[in-house]
């Protein structure tokens, strides 16, 4: 069995509990924090920012930080964040002009790094600089809030992008980020996904244990 992560979005939980609600979730088996940056700009809304980041490392958070940069530019945004903690990295190459130049930039200040796919976008701009990636993300959602429904175009979109990193022979996470429950992780999973960002399915339930066993007993079927 591959190794999946599941990466609960704190842009479901509650803001005025965050820690909290971060322990909370970790505690109930989650892996990662996936941590969605919005500029009011390159999407229109607006959540937070590194040092809310560093908070949680101060409040005592070491699970692995993903964080999701929805930012345009994204230099200044990627110093920031791994002077916070970030664990991974991950931008979208439009919201920088030198996208080989922000990977290296990531990796220079010691995270790993990823390339955010719109679910318009083709995966062309990950070709040429699959040696500095870490991950591949691929939205199932058009990127801006929490809660939307999984785009099922998404699922060939993952097959190509499973066919890409196998061929390469290169150790790369292909993450989904939109619309993932416990009814389609399996098949998001069959599609090539290995890592799975989930923001509503999760933070809306009372019991988040309950949800995150549910998923991983669908990946265990896989
Ligand atoms: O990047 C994002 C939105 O831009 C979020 O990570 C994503 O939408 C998660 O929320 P949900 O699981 O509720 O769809
Ligand atoms: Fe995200």
Not at 90 to 111: K, M, Y
Request: aromatic share 6%; glycine share 6%; with cysteine.
């Amino acid at each position: 069995m591959p190794d999946y992560k599941i990466a609960p979005s704190i842009l479901s939980a509650d803001f005025a509990r965050l820690g909290e609600e971060v322990d909370n979730v970790l505690a109930a088996g989650a892996d990662w924090v996936h941590f969605d940056v919005m500029d009011n700009h390159y999407v229109p809304n607006l959540t937070i920012g590194p040092m809310v980041c560093k908070a949680l490392r101060n409040h005592g958070v070491e699970a692995p930080i993903d964080v999701h940069l929805m930012v345009d530019p994204v230099d200044d945004m990627i110093r920031m964040f791994a002077d916070a903690g970030a664990s991974y990295i991950t931008f979208h190459p439009e919201a920088s002009r030198h996208v080989d130049r922000s990977l290296q930039l990531i990796h220079s200040l010691g995270c790993k790094a990823g390339l955010v796919f719109n679910p318009a976008s083709s995966l062309d701009a990950a070709k040429y600089v699959l040696d500095k990636l870490d991950m591949i993300l691929l939205m199932s959602v058009n990127p801006g809030f929490g809660g939307q429904k999984f785009i099922p175009a998404t699922l060939d979109k993952l097959k190509e992008a499973r066919k890409l990193i196998d061929d390469s022979g290169l150790d790369i996470r292909l993450e989904i980020d939109g619309g993932v429950t416990r009814d389609n992780i399996r098949e998001i999973a069959q599609a090539g996904a290995d890592s799975f960002v989930a923001g509503s399915a999760i933070f809306n339930q009372d019991d988040y244990a309950e949800v995150i066993n549910a998923m991983r007993a669908e990946l265990a079927q896989v």
